[in-house]
């Protein structure tokens, strides 16, 4: 047995569960399993977990208590909702006077359609009086009559004001049903947004917290004593305990997975990850460093849920062509598992042997301009797979890797149907997929104004190789694949922070509010496993909407990572001088601390002033953060409140739409803080303070300061 420590990530998919160990130290993968979903085993997904983690224990010579993280990523809940395999909702609505009409009206959300045909299966009954014991117990029973097995308690500004859902569900809590109430998912205005989502988080609660408990009992039976860890939908992990509180936040985990694995494997600073499977591409951004999230769309309509912002495209590994008029047509929607087809870059040489071009109805419904190979080994599909690897776009030993000569031999027909040569086919058929994912990639861009200079593609995913290459040099943006592409997302699930986000909307909120909110995020976190010393928030305080919301990450101990090797001075020049797209002789170190070097140019404007871009890169020489035009202040924790003061003051912005405060970034210890989710000068410099408080004065710290436009 090995002594070494490892962190697990289990992702639980709908046909395989795949498991990967990851060197708790190195951050390096040890080991990878994978086994069928036991769906219909009496243990139910939990089972598969059990035997996934089993099997990675035995391959890498662990023992249970080697495991220093475990945590699992699942679709169960979203399979719940897209089945409308839900629990009966008894929604009790409270108010009096006019305010009783205005939750009468919640009763509405029963016409919620989960499924074609089939609706959300909600029982209402009203309480005017949540103090009123009598009251409360006929109500329950009212629903309960109806078939309700779980309850949710719903008031107009219970945000401000949770006593009285709280007491209607201390009178409920004796008849045994899971119950929550509608403040305990989101702290947001808005009565009906906020009653749907805690409804449906209610629908999919008895079936998730059943699976909780096994999951819970077998990983104890296994001997593993490590915090059990969930993966949540915007990119971190969540305790067990919190996902039996809101398991919504499981729903769109998938997706999250695997951008975590971009994030913290890749170690992705701006870029866009694409993860392609069979049949489609999930297409997510990184900013910053960060993931980008939004509230999602659940059933249809809007909701208070923070989930990463991916979007689809039905453009994958698997995707069939479509030919016609001596031209390629486009690249799926349909794939060849769907069409039950075999890829024709798989197959034998022998097989392929007198292949012709035919074209098909894969399924009832769809063209009938598809193309297949009609050859000596039955019919065979021509796929982005096998595009990719005429063009040897598909490295080494990656999932999708095919025989040259194969793969040659599929594209030759469509090459001689459209008057070209295979490299010429085979580009044809990459370039009908590209255009469908790149336009995507292109809006996600604009969206988020990403850096276009430092954009980097990553694709993971089994069908990475078909997309993500030809779409880089299509577009001009660096591209690669990432390491053990095809696992990216358990790798992902196993690397993954301890995440919370906290909103409240505060009109005018002022300092001491904004801190609260913070130590509120910091707090949550810590309360599910993470090491203090390793906890980080973000603050964004949204003067037009009066949001104030803090997200907190941590890992589950402190992290020293012994990665071997480390960048020298020239390795790190090299990666800042790449990223900032100048030769290395026109870069200059302007700051630096333990953790980090600051590097920057100047870069001259066609029409007026020239601008001083910003590149901070890590000891191991990846880029971490980029500033389009910044000022860089090197100073000591000790002195930093007066020149961040002076510094601030320099670079606030006036103009019509208000006052807006630099985005200053601090570099200090290992640590990254961003603060450019303030516009307000009081406040940031507050947030400054709360992030130095428990630091040494004589530490270096370092400010990237940027105006806002």
Not at 681 to 697: F, I, K
């Amino acid at each position: 047995m090995t002594t070494r420590r490892i962190r697990v990530g289990i992702d639980v998919g709908g046909t395989f569960t795949d498991a990967v160990a990851v060197d708790a130290t190195t951050l390096e993968l040890v080991g990878q399993v994978k086994v069928p979903t036991s769906h219909r085993h009496l243990d139910g997904v939990a089972h598969g977990i059990v035997e996934a983690l089993d099997r990675l224990l035995e391959e890498t010579g662990s023992a249970p208590g080697d495991v220093a993280f475990l945590a699992h990523g699942t679709t169960q809940a979203t399979n719940a909702l897209l089945e409308g395999d839900v629990a009966p909702v008894g929604l009790l609505g409270i108010g009096r006077g006019p305010g009783a009409a205005v939750t009468k009206r919640l009763a509405s959300l029963a016409r919620l359609e989960l499924t074609a045909g089939k609706r959300l299966p909600l029982h209402y009954a009203h309480i005017a009086e949540p103090l009123d014991a009598d009251a409360v117990r006929a109500a329950v029973e009212e629903v309960r009559g109806a078939g309700a097995e779980v309850l949710v308690a719903s008031e107009p500004f219970s945000v401000d004001d949770p006593e009285g859902e709280s007491a209607v569900l201390d009178t409920a809590r004796p008849y045994g049903l899971p119950m929550t109430a509608a403040h305990e998912i989101t702290s947001l205005y808005g009565l009906r947004k906020r009653t749907r989502t805690a409804v449906v988080n209610a629908a999919i609660l008895p079936r998730m917290l059943s699976t909780a408990d096994l999951v819970d009992a077998s990983i104890a039976k296994a001997g593993v004593t490590a915090p059990l860890m969930v993966m949540r939908c915007d990119g971190g992990v969540m305790s067990l305990d919190e996902m039996r509180r809101r398991p919504l936040l499981t729903v769109l985990s998938g997706p999250a997975a695997g951008v975590a694995g971009a994030l913290m494997q890749e170690r992705v600073s701006e870029g866009v990850f694409l993860e392609t499977g069979g049949t489609s591409t999930d297409i997510s951004v990184i900013h910053r460093g960060k993931v980008a999230v939004r509230h999602a769309t659940i059933l249809g309509k809007g909701s208070y849920l923070p989930a990463l912002d991916v979007r689809t495209v039905g453009v994958g590994g698997g995707s069939m062509v479509r030919v016609a008029d001596g031209k390629v047509v486009s690249a799926g929607p349909r794939s060849a598992h769907i069409a039950g087809l075999p890829y024709a870059c798989f197959a034998g040489v022998a097989e392929l042997r007198d292949a012709r071009l035919a074209t098909v109805r894969p399924m009832e419904g769809d063209p009938d301009d598809y193309a297949v190979l009609d050859a000596a080994g039955g019919r065979f599909a021509i796929t982005m797979t096998c595009a990719a690897n005429a063009l040897g776009r598909v490295p080494e030993g990656d999932f999708a890797r095919g025989a040259a000569e194969a793969a040659r031999l599929a594209l030759a027909p469509l090459a001689a149907a459209l008057g070209t040569d295979v490299a010429g086919a085979a580009a044809a058929v990459l370039d009908a997929g590209a255009r469908e994912v790149e336009s995507t990639v292109r809006a996600m861009v604009r969206d988020y104004r990403l850096d276009k200079d430092a954009v980097v593609l990553v694709g993971g995913g089994g069908g990475a190789a078909s997309v993500t290459p030809h779409l880089a040099a299509v577009t001009g943006f660096t591209g690669r694949i990432a390491r053990n592409s095809e696992v990216v997302s358990p790798i992902g699930v196993a690397l993954a922070l301890v995440r919370e986000q906290i909103e409240r909307i505060i009109p005018g909120a002022s300092q001491e509010q904004i801190l609260a909110v913070r130590d509120e995020a910091e707090h949550a976190v810590v309360a599910q496993g993470a090491a203090p010393d390793a906890v980080e928030v973000e603050v964004t305080v949204d003067p037009q909407t009066n949001t104030v919301r803090a997200v907190a990450t941590g890992a589950t101990e402190l992290r020293t990572q012994d990665r071997g090797h480390r960048a020298d001075d020239a390795e790190r020049l090299a990666a800042a001088a790449q990223s900032l797209k100048a030769r290395p002789d026109a870069v200059e170190v302007l700051a630096s601390t333990p953790a980090h070097t600051v590097y920057g140019t100047e870069s001259r404007r066609r029409f007026g002033a020239s601008r001083h871009p910003v590149r901070v890169v890590d000891a191991d020489g990846v880029v971490r953060l980029h500033a389009r035009d910044a000022r860089v202040v090197a100073t000591t924790v000790g002195e930093a409140p007066e020149v961040l003061s002076r510094v601030v003051t320099e670079t606030t912005s006036y103009g019509d739409g208000g006052v807006r405060a630099p985005a200053v970034r601090l570099l200090f210890g290992s640590r990254i803080a961003d603060l450019s989710g303030v516009l307000d000068e009081a406040p940031l410099l507050a947030l400054a303070r709360s992030e130095l408080r428990s630091r040494s004065p004589k530490e270096p710290l370092v400010a990237v300061v940027e105006a806002r436009s």
